[in-house]
Nanobody, 120 residues
Framework: QVQLVESGGGLVQAGGSLRLSCAASRRTISSYTMAWFRQAPGKEREFVGSVSWDGKSTYYADFVKGRFTISRDNAKNTGYLQMNSLKPEDTARYYC?????????????WGQGTQVTVSS
């Protein structure tokens, strides 16, 4: 069983940056796709982006293209979400996930999330 722990969230002013980390333990995730999701209060969880097992392919939701970058370091068993030009509407709890479930948009492993708050 994989355990994922996010870190790096916090309060930032609009236009600022944050870098979230997702550290995996108990098992290596080097062969799994990793993804980031977010959920704002009163809203459904939404996909932010994903990175392939080797880090060579990334995919982003339209609302973060050009502002967010997903990467990973398999040697450290860790994924990252670099967020630049943050907007108040980016305020949400951010979750990382690993190992996509075939035929679905869901993932086997999830972290507990880290809160990101962007002030205007």
């Amino acid at each position: 069983q994989v355990q994922l722990v996010e870190s790096g969230g916090g309060l930032v002013q609009a236009g600022g940056s944050l870098r979230l980390s997702c550290a995996a333990s108990r098992r290596t995730i080097s062969s799994y796709t990793m993804a980031w999701f977010r959920q704002a209060p009163g809203k459904e969880r939404e996909f932010v982006g994903s990175v392939s097992w080797d880090g060579k392919s990334t995919y982003y939701a339209d609302f973060v293209k050009g502002r967010f970058t997903i990467s990973r370091d398999n040697a450290k068993n860790t994924g990252y979400l670099q967020m630049n030009s943050l907007k108040p509407e980016d305020t949400a709890r951010y979750y990382c996930a690993a190992r996509s479930i075939p035929g679905t948009t869901d993932y086997y492993y999830w972290g507990q999330g880290t809160q990101v708050t962007v002030s205007s």
